[in-house]
């Protein structure tokens, strides 16, 4: 498991990759639109699995040597909903809770939208 | 007047009039915006996904065919949906426009299910729905629609203001059920109230 460290004046702040997946991930249940996450609700996704264990749930969170983050979503989408709205959504709930709870910056969010589907 | 029934071309003229009610108080929504990020653009997100819907279904000309209209609302809606809010809205409006297109009248009954399509397919839109927000109002809306429709109300008039009330008493309780607006003070979206404008 990677993880991610600061510095403070009094020690060390290490925070696990798989924690700010979590936060991640709490972001996108709220996220309308979004009815799944790839590799976690498809069957058939054993392939991703079985590739980098981060993919878990979907989400999958890099640091860069500058402390910076980039935080992978692929997601199912539900028919029927503006995709670029729900993208446009997800990144900036994720962005500003991730750098609310965690206070690491965040450089890159990218959305792979792995498919569709109908909800009615 | 008293009325049972809404035509396509009156279906039209609330839409719109709701459409421009939402936009008059598109501020104040703004700043009731602290759920879930606090980013005060809530009110103009869902104005300009209205307005998207609005002006597809003006596109149309002066039609009665409530089919083509509620075609129209729900692919405005789609199309123009932004942020959280306008996709919200877009949902409750897919929900509504797939039960009133098969009918050239709405009813109390109708609209009842309608109210109910609307709510079903927004929560199922989400993974995790959360209380004390839009989807609160639009629920409490439609369950009370559904509560009138079984006791036989078919005057239209008594319909909307018993709904709308009861989207407002809901609406005053929505800080109990979501910590953060209580913490700023702060109530919920309007969304349903528009709907029921007239």
């Known amino acids: 498991m990677k993880t991610s460290l600061f510095d403070t004046h009094k020690g060390n702040v290490s925070v696990d990759t798989e924690v700010i997946a979590q936060y991640a991930a709490s972001v996108a249940d709220g996220c309308f639109g979004i009815v799944g996450m790839a590799g976690m609700n498809t069957k058939d996704d054993i392939a991703n699995l079985l590739k980098r264990e981060s993919m878990a749930n979907g989400i999958n969170v890099a640091v860069s040597s500058k402390k910076k983050l980039t935080i992978d979503f692929h997601v199912i989408v539900s028919y029927g909903v503006n995709i670029v709205a729900v993208s446009d959504n997800l990144v900036s709930s994720v962005r500003y809770k991730v750098e609310e709870c965690t206070g690491l910056e965040i450089e890159r969010i990218n959305i792979f939208v792995e498919g569709v589907r109908r909800i009615d | ?198």
């Open chain 2, 1 to 198: 007047m008293a009325s049972s029934a809404i035509d396509g071309r009156q279906l039209t003229a609330l839409f719109i009039a709701g459409a421009a009610n939402l936009e008059a108080n598109k501020d104040w929504i703004n700043e009731l915006n602290v759920f879930p990020v606090p980013d005060g653009d809530t009110g103009t997100n869902m104005t300009l996904t209205i307005k998207s819907a609005v002006k597809e279904v003006q596109d149309l000309g002066n039609t009665d065919n409530m089919k083509d209209i509620c075609k129209a609302m729900s692919s405005g809606s789609l199309r123009g949906a932004r942020g959280n809010s306008g996709v919200i809205l877009s949902q409750l409006i897919r929900g509504f426009s797939k039960v009133a297109r098969d009918h050239d009248k709405l009813t109390v009954p109708i609209l009842a299910d309608a109210f109910d399509r609307a709510v079903v397919t927004a929560y199922k839109a989400v993974m995790k729905p959360k209380e004390g927000t839009i989807l609160t109002v639009a629920k409490a809306a439609a369950d009370k629609s559904r509560e009138l429709a079984d006791q036989g109300v078919t005057d239209l008039d008594e319909f909307f203001s018993q709904v709308l009330k009861e989207a407002e008493d809901v609406l005053a309780k929505t800080p109990d059920m979501l910590p953060v607006l209580k913490e700023a003070r702060a109530s919920s979206i309007r969304a349903e109230r528009d709907w029921c404008s007239s």
